[in-house]
């Protein structure tokens, strides 16, 4: 079985603080996401990566950065932390398969963050 | 552009069934369904790529229209274990980096 592992089920951190939220994957899989997840709104894709030191923009970018230094580690950066980034992060990795696409993506138990 | 899933929330009696659609105003070139239950991961339950499929998982089954613009979600004889919600994410085209954007979600409770 895939298993994706987040480094923190909970983290409460500060306003201003720089956070780092780590997500590992076991399965060597290309592809890697950080979604966050708010009541209403869904999952919202806030960066990928489709390779090792590759990375684009998801819908709301704003306020965050990523690092994929290594295949299975994909991390996320909150440079400045503001109350509005309180919410649950969900880490994903899915395979890439030729031809392109069509991969269930197998997500994380997620970190629930809360800036104060 | 975020797909639109409707009901947004659903009560169920165990053995009753339910419909859940996600829309989009663009033809789609896949659907994946997943499904989270409180305080865990989303888990994958189908992908529908061809318009027209209809796909079973149990007896949660899903079809995806012609035009691929909506996929509906079908629970049938609803079972306790299917409480949770329901998303429906969307590809756009046949992009790299298996790239979804998902919807708001549909919450089920299924009663005793």
């Known amino acids: 079985d895939v298993k994706v592992t987040q480094s923190s089920r909970y983290l409460v951190k500060r306003t201003g603080e720089k956070v780092f939220l780590e997500c590992v994957q076991d399965?060597?899989?290309?592809?890697m996401f950080w979604y966050r997840q708010d009541p209403g709104l869904g999952l919202r894709l806030i960066y990928f990566?489709?390779?090792?030191?590759?990375?684009e923009k998801g819908d709301i970018p704003e306020g965050y950065s990523v690092s994929r230094e290594k295949k299975e580690r994909f991390s996320l950066i909150l440079e400045s932390a503001s109350t509005n980034q309180t919410s649950m992060y969900l880490c994903?990795?899915?395979?890439?398969?030729?031809?392109?696409?069509?991969?269930?993506?197998?997500f994380g138990d997620g970190t629930r963050l809360s800036i104060l | 552009q975020q797909p639109v899933q409707s009901p947004q929330a659903v009560i169920l009696r165990e053995g009753e069934d339910a419909v859940i659609n996600c829309s989009s105003s663009?033809?789609?070139?896949?659907v994946h369904w997943y499904r989270q239950k409180h305080g865990e991961a989303p888990v994958f339950l189908m992908i529908l790529l061809k318009g027209g499929e209809q796909k079973g998982h149990d007896k949660i089954s899903a079809s995806f229209n012609e035009k691929k613009q909506q996929s509906s979600l079908y629970l049938t004889a609803s079972q306790l274990s299917y409480s949770g919600t329901y998303f429906c994410?969307?590809?756009?085209?046949?992009?790299?980096?298996?790239?979804?954007?998902f919807g708001g979600g549909t919450r089920v409770l299924v009663k005793p």
């Open positions: 399965m060597d899989h290309e592809n």
């Open positions: 663009k033809a789609l070139y896949s």
């Open positions: 994410g969307t590809e756009p085209f046949k992009a790299a980096g298996n790239k979804l954007t």
């Open positions: 990566s489709y390779d090792v030191k590759m990375k």
């Open positions: 994903a990795s899915s395979p890439l398969i030729i031809p392109l696409g069509n991969q269930p993506q197998h």
